[in-house]
């Protein structure tokens, strides 16, 4: 399978199975997409071309085909097999929130639950149950998740101090990341999070309209202010990795404004991801919606594409795609692991698949605080790879996105193997975006 597509005034082809990625003229990629057509060189496009050039470029073509590296078959895939190996956990240490965002899945905090704190007890346990299901896997990662993490701070210290205690014991290491609405950070949390934090998410829209309209506090006030305050003086103390995670809704779906706004602020490490809700909310992003949306990208990519040549560079998040290094055929073939390898854990101690299953009794796998879980359920999500989902296979973008996330596909598609469609369309967009980026930038 070979996908073409222009991008940054290039052209590039991208051979699926082979990985490899090309910059060409417009001669070889119309050569490419009529590749297994019959085509009269005489005609059309290929009327501007003279014999001897079409000539060349077919025979560049055909020595590529036969290196391997173009129009290369789907090799044979590894079966998906369960080992019981659970290498990260989402803590969501607080079912509490002092935000209520109109477009939070998690109700308000809450998971349509209880709002409640996690107890020292339950973190514990939660920790002694990642180290016994890690096997002799020695890096182990830990996200502090919410509600609102810093509700629980005190928690959270003491979880981070527990698991530093024992990971030279039990010859592990621990890497922990947290995400906050930074109306709370304070300098004493920001020195922690430089002491402890791998990695650090801020949760900011971009401009202020756009976070006050849906990003308010339980009174409903604007929260913008404080956190934009927060985060700024986060960035100027931060040692190690961190990222500004926006959402785009309908609101905005010139988010590319909002990306760049917070460049401006001077923030180098950014993402916005688009919301996924029902159709019926105001905020959904509609399947009419698309074509702005992609229009959008590139309009980012373009000004991203010039920003990083000067003093306003800066990672989005989703334009980071290493061509040249990617992952493992594994990892290419199930994505996050959500449900095998990655598991989340309630205030409670009842253990989900992942944050977004939480408080979904179909969907719990067991509690930390009662030693029980099942692993039906973990079999069948490890099972869930590129290899189930016919959509998928066809798709030239699969070994980027690896079959996306399987709780959008749960929740919105009722079936773990069907692909949420409107978020493929987006997903497509931004990697050839990225492979773009990635492949120009390689060629200074």
């Avoid at 001669?27 to 496009?45: C, H, M, Q, W």
């Avoid at 009327?47 to 078959?73: N, P």
């Avoid at 500004?244 to 988010?255: P, Q, S």
Wanted: overall charge negative; charged content about 25%.
């Amino acid at each position: 399978m070979i996908h073409t597509f222009d991008c940054l005034g290039h052209s590039f082809l991208l051979d699926v199975e082979s990985g490899s990625v090309f910059i060409v003229d417009s001669l070889t990629k119309a050569l490419v997409e009529n590749l297994n057509s019959p085509v009269d060189y005489s005609r059309g496009e290929f009327s501007r071309y003279t014999t001897e050039e079409i000539e060349e470029a077919k025979s560049e073509l055909d020595e590529l085909i036969k290196e391997g590296v173009l129009d290369s078959a789907e090799p044979e895939h590894k079966k998906a097999e369960y080992n019981g190996v659970i290498k990260a956990m989402c803590l969501n240490i607080s079912h509490m929130c002092n935000l209520r965002c109109e477009y939070c899945f998690a109700d308000g905090g809450s998971y349509s639950g209880k709002m409640m704190n996690m107890s020292y007890e339950v973190a514990k346990k939660a920790i002694d149950f990642l180290i016994e299901k890690s096997g002799h896997r020695r890096n182990l990662e830990v996200d502090f998740f919410g509600g609102e993490p810093l509700l629980n701070l005190d928690v959270v210290k003491q979880t981070v101090a527990y698991a530093r205690s024992i990971e030279k014991e039990k010859n592990k290491n621990f890497r922990f990341t947290i995400t906050t609405n930074a109306v709370l950070l304070d300098d004493e949390t920001i020195d922690f999070f430089n002491e402890e934090m791998y990695n650090v998410v801020l949760s900011i829209d971009g401009r202020k309209e756009v976070h006050n309209c849906v990003r308010k506090t339980a009174t409903g006030e604007g929260s913008y202010d404080l956190a934009m305050q927060n985060a700024l003086k986060f960035k100027q103390k931060r040692v190690g990795q961190y990222y500004i995670r926006g959402t785009y809704t309908a609101l905005n779906k010139d988010f590319s404004k909002d990306v760049l706004y917070l460049n401006d602020c001077g923030f180098d490490q950014i993402s916005i991801e688009p919301v996924v809700l029902p159709d019926t909310h105001r905020l959904a992003l509609k399947k009419s919606d698309i074509p702005e949306l992609i229009a959008e990208y590139e309009t980012l990519v373009k000004e991203y594409f010039e920003r990083r040549k000067t003093d306003k560079w800066f990672n989005f998040f989703h334009f980071m795609i290493d061509v040249y290094h990617g992952p493992c055929e594994t990892k290419r073939l199930v994505g996050c692991g959500a449900g095998n390898e990655y598991v989340a854990v309630a205030p409670n101690g009842d253990i989900f698949p992942c944050h977004q299953f939480d408080g979904d009794g179909n969907y719990k796998l067991g509690n930390v605080l009662e030693g029980t879980f099942d692993t039906t359920l973990p079999e069948h999500f490890a099972k869930n790879n590129l290899l189930c989902k016919e959509d998928c296979r066809k798709c030239w973008a699969k070994y980027y996105c690896s079959g996306g996330c399987a709780a959008n596909a749960i929740h919105y598609c009722g079936d773990i193997n069907k692909p949420y469609k409107m978020t493929c369309e987006l997903m497509r967009k931004r990697i050839e975006c990225a492979i773009a980026v990635n492949s120009l930038e390689n060629l200074k």
